[in-house]
């Protein structure tokens, strides 16, 4: 009977042993803290206090110990690290004793051998406070980098299920508990072998009684359980990730599969997508920055300084000051509180030297410099050593010379390096390729600089449908420059009509644009499509439905009169990978119509190019449907640029309520593109019916 009752408060001793253990930890070092301020101040009372703090301390480390002890009886933790611990506790212990035994006793060589021993003490403390804390949370819990085994996923496809997705939900929330050092339960989570080998209870994926796995029972209980996983108090699973492991283990607990293997709902889907990261600089970078206010950004524009957003709902800045040949310290002083948001900055032909170079420090988050014709050397050069974000510098017609290898060498993210006409050589240029293979040296000819180029223009609108007419700025961020365009989807020139003020448009209209200055060469062409929309449509019915990476906003994004961009993750495309789209659109009444109009990006580098041709089909009771136009769209010729376009089909007017509309994809990548047959993938944003 005694030893049960001894045995039943060792238990409940044991559960006290988190906060005994730190007890004797604050208290030695306060000791220490009083023994060191009574070394200058010296007095009773000091002596009083530092009696009463190790004889406080010597308290604590036995609770500590004791509790320690019967917790080690659980047999949750690795008998030799356990071992390790105790010892140590247990020298700590003897040595808290022996400190207090010298203070009070003040034997004759006391002082010389007080404080070295009070050291060994802080020691012993320490020690066994880092072998306690890696029994509990893993030997590389102190050391760790800050990382751990987090894992970026930029395709999901290319994910392992276990490695990529699984194994880090248990690192991060399980294996603090469940890990070699500390087998609570007797199961280590952390490695496939151990979760195979399972615990005290057996295998965590089997099932008992028909009932779903021991792994799944214990994260779903409430959390009040006794038996819930993680218990209360530790950092809980999300619902997404409690999702995964759900998916996971439903579809057989695979330890070298890919997503790709294994089924999944819509809901698992948008979970698996929603882990995939972009990793790109300008990526990273967004989402790391806070946005400037738009009255900031047109102070500086008053000052003289270009500074404009890369993107819409974007916080990084594009600066441009090239050909301006009176830059001031006081004018990139401007600059300061906008620096870090800076991510382009075009310093080309103008007056920017090595004076003003120090600068530069300041923009530390620039992934694009142009400094192309301007009087820099090397010392310029040396000030982007830092630039860890840089990934395209020109330095055409600049004195950089092969002194700048060194600094180059440490810019591990360029990309692309202008250096035509400087004093760099071929040999460092090699020596620099074998550093970075994946750098490109834009090396070419001195035409291609010959003639300076303006920014396109830029349109401005409401939007890019309208149901009755549209007023169209047309606008150009340089001054004293001539815009001229074209209504009819002709090639604009300086023949064109000359733009004067807004237009006013009252039909579906390509607007063509080029910015032209004198002694400049022609800017690029600007295009918009701006669709007039006579019936607005009811409802939409999808078949099939869009890949689960790209749904858009479901059917209803291709009656919403909101464009897709140039970035096809933007939610307004839906994708479909070497598969055709076909829709049924209901009008909200009974009409005559007489066109189709879809809407299409094309970016052949993505893999994604115009729909090759449509068939449609008309209904008024959306049973009998009768074929009424069928049309091929122009082949792409071959290209890397990213583009959008309306490709419309035309017939006699046809009274309709319902509208079916098969919008063919090319299915594979034409025969010039780099990877030719390769499933090819068609993006729509739009369907106008007039």
């Known amino acids: ?197 399972g615990g005290d209870s057996g295998n965590i994926l089997d099932s008992f009684e028909g009932g779903p796995p021991q792994l799944l029972t214990s994260l779903s209980l409430p959390i009040a359980h006794e038996d819930h996983m993680p218990p209360k108090g530790k950092i809980q699973l999300s619902s997404e990730e409690i999702t995964l492991i759900n998916w996971w283990v439903d579809q057989g607990s695979c330890f070298d599969c890919f997503p790709k293997d294994l089924k999944r709902s819509k809901k698992i889907a948008e979970v698996l997508i929603g882990l995939e990261q972009d990793t790109t600089a300008l990526a990273v970078l967004a989402g790391e920055m806070d946005f400037v206010s738009a009255d900031k950004i047109k102070e500086l524009q008053a000052r003289g300084i270009p500074t404009y957003p890369l993107a819409k709902d974007n916080p990084l800045l594009s600066v441009n000051l090239s050909y301006n040949k009176k830059i001031s310290s006081e004018q990139l002083n401007l600059l300061k509180g906008v620096a870090e948001n800076v991510v382009e900055l075009n310093l080309g032909y103008s007056n920017f030297s090595d004076t003003l170079s120090p600068y530069l420090k300041k923009f530390k988050n620039l992934v694009k410099l142009q400094l192309q014709q301007t009087p820099i050397t090397d010392e310029t050069i040396e000030k982007l050593k830092k630039h860890e974000w840089l990934e395209s510098l020109n330095a055409y017609g600049t004195d950089m010379s092969t002194s700048s290898l060194e600094t ?142 790209y749904p858009g906003k479901g059917a209803v994004t291709l009656a919403d009169l909101k464009r897709g961009s140039t970035n096809f993750v933007d939610g307004n495309w839906l994708g479909y990978e070497a598969t055709h789209m076909e829709t049924v659109l209901e009008l909200k009444e009974q009409s005559e119509i007489s066109s189709i109009s879809v809407g299409a990006l094309s970016a052949p580098s993505s893999w994604i190019f115009f729909p090759v041709g449509a068939k449609v089909w008309t209904s008024l009771n959306g049973v009998h449907y009768k074929k009424i136009a069928e049309s091929s769209f122009p082949k792409e010729k071959p290209s890397t640029e990213v583009n959008t376009d309306f490709f419309s089909i035309n017939f006699p007017k046809t009274a309709a309520k319902f509208i079916k509309v098969r919008v063919n994809s090319p299915l594979t990548n034409p025969a010039w593109h780099p990877n030719p047959g390769g499933s090819s993938w068609m993006f729509i944003d739009e369907i106008i019916v007039n």
């Open 408 to 549: 180059l060498k440490k810019l591990k993210r360029l990309k692309v390096l202008y250096v035509w006409n400087t004093q760099i050589s071929e040999i460092a240029l090699e020596q620099l390729a074998a550093v970075n293979p994946k750098l490109n040296f834009g090396i070419v000819a001195d035409s291609v600089f010959a003639a300076t180029t303006v920014e396109g223009p830029i349109f401005v609108a409401d939007n890019n449908f309208f149901q009755e007419q549209l007023k169209v700025k047309i606008e150009s961020y340089f001054e004293g420059v001539s815009i001229y365009y074209t209504l009819d989807g002709t090639k604009p020139d300086t023949t064109s009509l000359k733009y004067r003020e807004p237009l006013i448009l009252n039909e579906s209209t390509q607007l063509k644009a080029v910015a032209h200055k004198t002694g400049w060469a022609l800017s690029e062409i600007t295009k918009e499509d701006y669709t007039h929309v006579k019936f607005k449509i009811a409802e939409v019915v999808l078949s099939p439905e869009p890949h689960e990476k």
């Open 1 to 197: 009977m005694a030893y049960i009752n001894m045995l039943e408060i060792g238990i409940q001793i044991e559960k006290l042993h988190p906060i005994f253990v730190h007890l004797p930890i604050g208290t030695i070092v306060f000791a220490f803290l009083l023994e060191l301020y009574a070394l200058k101040k010296p007095s009773e009372s000091m002596d009083e206090i530092g009696k009463l703090a190790l004889s406080f301390s010597l308290v604590c480390a036995i609770l500590s110990f004791a509790s320690g002890w019967f917790l080690g009886k659980s047999g949750d933790y690795e008998p030799e690290m356990l071992s390790d611990h105790k010892w140590m506790a247990a020298f700590f212990v003897l040595a808290n004793f022996l400190l207090l035994i010298l203070r009070i006793g003040k034997i004759h060589w006391f002082k010389k051998v007080y404080l070295p021993l009070f050291g060994l003490t802080l020691l012993l403390v320490g020690v066994t406070g880092h072998l306690g804390g890696n029994m509990t949370h893993g030997t590389e819990f102190l050391f760790t980098p800050v990382q751990g085994n987090y894992i970026v996923i930029t395709d999901i496809e290319k994910a392992k299920v276990y490695a990529d997705i699984i194994q880090p939900i248990f690192d991060f929330k399980c294996s603090s508990c469940h890990n070699q050092n500390k087998k609570k339960g007797g199961l280590i989570i952390n490695s496939q072998k151990g979760i195979l080998n």
